[in-house]
């Protein structure tokens, strides 16, 4: 098991192990760890706010949508502007579609529903493509199965504060905070394997 991961992450490769963290590769695990838990923690606070249409909604959008260039940002150091904009790009549709489906469901438009679903999934294989394609290390099928569940739980956790059943909401933002932490560790294990001299300082 990796050290540093979250219980549960098994990879499904052989690598040498990432046995001893630099200060700044742990700062780095941090910050990963902290982009992936402000993305659902604010697409729950605005799927709060869009079920309940709060005055505060579109402030909080906006700040969702932060999200995505924070994240890209955190790709650049090691892969550039370029594959960075795109990963802002990508993710920034991810939350923007989410988005779409809350409204539309709230509204009880099916069809749209459905399309923004189709799409949403779309776009995840888009990003996990995209990331199998530069990261060596991540283990794509699993990461796939993660990032699924991923969409599968925040899907879930909508419809039951739609549902106003919020027990069982908050029930589920449990298990899609552990979740993230996890999808964050896979990443950052994966650009610090591919670049075992980086922040070694």
Same mark, same amino acid.
């Given at each position: 098991m990796y050290?540093?991961?979250?219980?549960? =992450?098994?990879?499904?490769? &052989?690598?040498? %192990?990432?046995?001893?963290?630099?200060? &700044? %590769?742990?700062? =780095?695990? #941090?910050?990963?760890?902290?982009?992936?838990?402000?993305?659902?923690?604010?697409?729950?606070?605005?799927?709060?706010?869009?079920?309940?249409?709060?005055? *505060?909604? *579109? &402030?909080?959008?906006?700040?969702?949508? %932060? #999200?995505?260039? *924070?994240?890209? #940002?955190?790709f650049k150091p090691f892969f550039g502007e370029n594959i960075g904009n795109t990963y802002t790009r990508l993710i920034t549709e991810h939350l923007s579609i989410a988005a779409d489906l809350v409204k539309a469901a709230k509204a009880g438009d099916t069809s749209s529903a459905a399309a923004a679903e189709k799409k949403w999934y779309a776009n995840a294989d888009e990003i996990i493509s995209f990331l199998s394609s530069i990261l060596s290390y991540l283990p794509k099928e699993e990461f796939k199965k993660m990032f699924y569940e991923h969409l599968a739980l925040t899907q879930a956790e909508a419809v039951a504060m739609l549902n106003k059943d919020y027990k069982a909401s908050i029930q589920i933002y449990d298990r899609i905070e552990r979740q993230a932490l996890m999808m964050a560790d896979m990443i950052r294990n994966a650009i610090l394997l591919q670049f075992p001299h980086a922040l070694k300082y």
């Open positions: 050290p540093y991961a979250s219980p549960g =992450f098994h990879p499904v490769y &052989a690598r040498p %192990q990432l046995i001893c963290l630099t200060k &700044a %590769q742990i700062e =780095f695990k #941090n910050h990963m760890r902290m982009l992936w838990e402000q993305h659902v923690a604010w697409t729950r606070m605005a799927i709060t706010s869009l079920v309940f249409g709060l005055p *505060d909604t *579109d &402030a909080v959008l906006a700040r969702l949508l %932060q #999200n995505a260039p *924070d994240m890209g #940002n955190a």
